[in-house]
């Protein structure tokens, strides 16, 4: 299972608010890519934040995201609440941050990654960087390293993929 976080991992960590106290987020197109391979391969991909604001249910609804925990005070609890529901384990579950609220997340999982522009303790604690700032095919980059890791990266790079771009 892949858990990722949403504001600072699938986008830059920019809101804009309207007038009417309307949220917008920009999602980047390519990790909407990288997510929809990800689920084709059999890879359960959640979404845990500790925002709430519309834009992120409906970029989830899009994508086909089951599970999209949103306005999450104790992500740890909340993580470990998502596994039991899907059986998976704590070593069969990684998780994608960017911030110090995600770092709470250590104990409960088996790898932690964050984005190339996540806060210094979470580049020093996290199994893994990721060479792409959030928002900007962070989430992208690590899909295919997981489908070269799985050996279905080669086909998709050989014949392309043919369903919607997310």
Request: proline share 2%; aromatic share 4%.
């Given at each position: 299972?892949?858990?990722?976080?949403?504001?600072?991992?699938?986008?830059?960590?920019?809101?804009?608010?309207?007038?009417?106290?309307?949220?917008?987020?920009?999602?980047?197109?390519?990790?909407?890519?990288?997510?929809?391979?990800?689920?084709?391969?059999?890879?359960?991909?959640?979404?845990?934040?500790?925002?709430?604001?519309?834009?992120?249910?409906?970029?989830?609804?899009?994508?086909?995201?089951?599970?999209v925990l949103t306005g999450v005070r104790d992500k740890p609890a909340a993580l470990r609440d998502l596994q039991e529901l899907l059986g998976v384990k704590q070593a069969e579950s990684a998780f994608v941050g960017d911030d110090l609220n995600d770092l709470a997340v250590r104990p409960?999982?088996?790898?932690?990654?964050?984005?190339?522009?996540?806060?210094?303790?979470?580049?020093?604690?996290?199994?893994?960087?990721?060479?792409?700032?959030?928002?900007?095919?962070?989430?992208?980059?690590?899909?295919?390293?997981?489908?070269?890791?799985?050996?279905?990266?080669?086909?998709?790079?050989?014949?392309?993929?043919?369903?919607?771009?997310?």
């Amino acid at each position: 299972m892949l858990v990722l976080d949403v504001d600072g991992v699938l986008t830059d960590g920019g809101l804009w608010t309207t007038e009417s106290g309307e949220v917008l987020k920009r999602f980047d197109v390519r990790d909407g890519l990288g997510i929809r391979l990800l689920q084709q391969a059999g890879v359960e991909v959640a979404w845990l934040s500790g925002g709430k604001s519309g834009a992120t249910e409906q970029r989830a609804r899009y994508l086909g995201i089951r599970h999209v925990l949103t306005g999450v005070r104790d992500k740890p609890a909340a993580l470990r609440d998502l596994q039991e529901l899907l059986g998976v384990k704590q070593a069969e579950s990684a998780f994608v941050g960017d911030d110090l609220n995600d770092l709470a997340v250590r104990p409960a999982i088996g790898l932690l990654l964050c984005t190339a522009d996540a806060v210094a303790p979470l580049r020093q604690r996290a199994d893994w960087v990721l060479d792409r700032n959030g928002g900007d095919g962070a989430v992208r980059r690590l899909a295919e390293e997981i489908l070269r890791a799985r050996g279905s990266w080669s086909d998709l790079a050989e014949a392309g993929w043919r369903d919607r771009n997310d």
